[in-house]
T-cell receptor, first 116, second 113 residues
């Protein structure tokens, strides 16, 4: 079956503009995660969804970042008034279940965001 | 807050050699420790994982060694191959808290032919 897909694969935007990044998880996966990967660094957790609720938003770096999820399907990460420090690869992952079980997280290919 | 520290940052190994990557963690509530492999332009993929109730886990050429008292774990790649050249990340999570992953900084492995 299809893996996690993300769009766009690349996004170049001007400082101050808003951007929306999309994630389509694997069908049937109830848990969805967003991570950010700066150049040459590890992944930083942003937000976790279980179904369409977000029990853990603690990784969102500022109130310019928000995310939503429709049911157990698509998720959108929105960054308002983008800044140059937002430039990174944004990765989405999904798994069968979040809390209480060690289900593998499957990652998408990421969206490379460049803020000029 | 960096809770998982990984070393070395980069590693060059000859084909057939052993690659060793080390990680140390701080949060004793972590109870699941996966390793991920990432190729350029791709998302990370799970390689192997361990829980703290065992000291070693082996899958093919890949072995995790775990030292709970030292709060350290390491990945050993036996008979390293050029196709193993990638970036490797250790991670840790607490399964009862949504399983969000805390990643190390990554190790760029190059296996020379």
């Amino acid at each position: 079956g299809a893996g996690v897909s993300q769009s766009p694969s690349n996004k170049v935007t001007e400082k101050g503009k808003d951007v929306e990044l999309r994630c389509d998880p694997i069908s049937g996966h109830t848990a969805l995660y967003w991570y950010r990967q700066r150049l040459g660094q590890g992944l930083e957790f942003l937000i976790y969804f279980q179904g369409n609720s977000a029990p853990d938003k603690s990784g969102l770096p500022s109130d310019r970042f928000s995310a939503e999820r429709t049911g157990e399907s698509v998720s959108t990460l929105t960054i308002q008034r983008t800044q140059q420090e937002d430039s990174a690869v944004y990765l989405c992952a999904s798994s069968k279940k979040g809390s209480g079980a060690s289900y593998e997280q499957y990652f998408g290919p990421g969206t490379r965001l460049t803020v000029t | 807050q960096q809770q998982v520290k990984q070393s070395p940052q980069s590693l060059i190994v000859q084909k057939g050699g052993i690659s060793i990557i080390n990680c140390a963690y701080e949060n004793t509530a972590f109870d699941y420790f996966p390793w991920y492999q990432q190729f350029p332009g791709k998302g990370p993929a799970l390689l192997i994982a361990i829980r703290p109730d065992v000291s070693e886990k082996k899958e093919g050429r890949f072995t995790i060694s775990f030292n709970k008292s030292a709060k350290q774990f390491s990945l050993h790649i036996m008979d390293s191959q050029p196709g193993d050249s990638a970036t490797y990340f250790c991670a840790a999570t607490q399964e009862t808290s949504g399983s969000r992953l805390t990643f190390g900084e990554g190790t760029q492995l190059t296996v020379n032919p």
